[in-house]
């Protein structure tokens, strides 16, 4: 049978392994998202220049 340090152990390693993980996913989803903006402003920024003219 397994002690109860034993177990709270055993979570705070799962706990601490679970943070770098969910910090390479949201790293991972602002990439995508940059380049969804990026493809976003190519297309929309193709066009006569009109929409940021200074005039």
């Known amino acids: 049978m397994l002690k109860r340090g034993t177990i709270e152990t055993v979570d705070a390693e799962i706990t601490a392994g679970m ?14 998202q940059s380049v969804k903006w990026t493809a976003e402003g190519a297309v929309k920024g193709s066009g006569d220049g009109s929409e940021y003219s200074a005039t």
Do not use: K, S, T
Request: no cysteine; charged share 45%; aromatic share 0%.
């Open 19 to 32: 943070i770098p993980q969910r910090a390479r996913d949201a790293e991972n989803r602002a990439e995508l």
